[in-house]
């Protein structure tokens, strides 16, 4: 068959408008904050008209919680990577320390969060929406991983809730990195820094709860 009568096969952009104005409200948010980022600007990054945004999206607090469920999902899809394997506690939480790790301080979640953080007096629905779809997922997931720990005797809670303590390893992992890297923007923590910082978190954590220290 000649090339002139070769059939080609048609391609097909199966983004939906409504995906292309989000990544563009992605961009825009995350590199001028909530309060400085406009519609227009949006718009104009998508390359679509203002009814098509406003088709999708009502205002721009809309737009921005959307980012909000759309990033966290993504970091909870990440931390559940990570299963419970029995007799290996010590080796779970390690590996659940570090991909939270790379969640909560890629470039992405540092922004998101110092938007919230800015913004979250003004615009409390913006801070509850990422508390609820960020952290409180993370805790939640954490919470599933002790439970099972638990359940095989490997932790001893005493009165301590699977809540409280997924908040206090939580809490104790992300603490430090997530500061330097805040305080210090041009000098964040060495990879052996953080790979130190989750050893003594979780020896930390497990010296409170693990069943032989208990």
């Not at 400085?36 to 999206?57: C, F, L």
């Not at 002790?146 to 390893?169: G, I, M, P, Y």
């Not at 000098?187 to 010296?207: A, C, M, Y």
Request: net charge positive.
């Amino acid at each position: 068959m000649s090339a002139s009568n070769t059939i080609q096969t048609p391609t097909y952009n199966t983004r939906s408008k409504a995906d292309i104005v989000l990544d563009a409200a992605r961009t825009v948010f995350l590199s001028y904050g909530f309060s400085d980022a406009t519609t227009d600007m949006i718009q104009k990054k998508a390359g679509v008209s203002k009814s098509t945004v406003y088709a999708h999206y009502k205002n721009k607090e809309a737009l921005f919680i959307a980012v909000i469920e759309s990033e966290c999902k993504n970091y909870a899809k990440q931390i559940r990577k990570i299963q419970f394997s029995p007799g290996k506690l010590k080796e779970t939480l390690t590996a659940m320390a570090h991909e939270y790790l790379n969640v909560v301080l890629s470039p992405t979640a540092l922004s998101l969060h110092k938007i919230i953080i800015s913004e979250g007096t003004r615009f409390p629905s913006l801070a509850n929406t990422f508390y609820n779809e960020g952290p409180q997922a993370i805790i939640s997931i954490v919470s599933e991983i002790l439970s099972n720990a638990k359940k095989r005797q490997e932790l001893t809670l005493t009165d301590t809730t699977l809540s409280e303590a997924a908040k206090v390893f939580i809490h104790l992992v992300r603490s430090e990195p997530q500061l330097s890297n805040l305080m210090h923007p041009n000098t964040p923590p060495t990879k052996d820094e953080i790979n130190r910082w989750v050893v003594v978190s979780v020896n930390s954590f497990l010296l409170a709860f693990e069943k032989n220290n208990a």
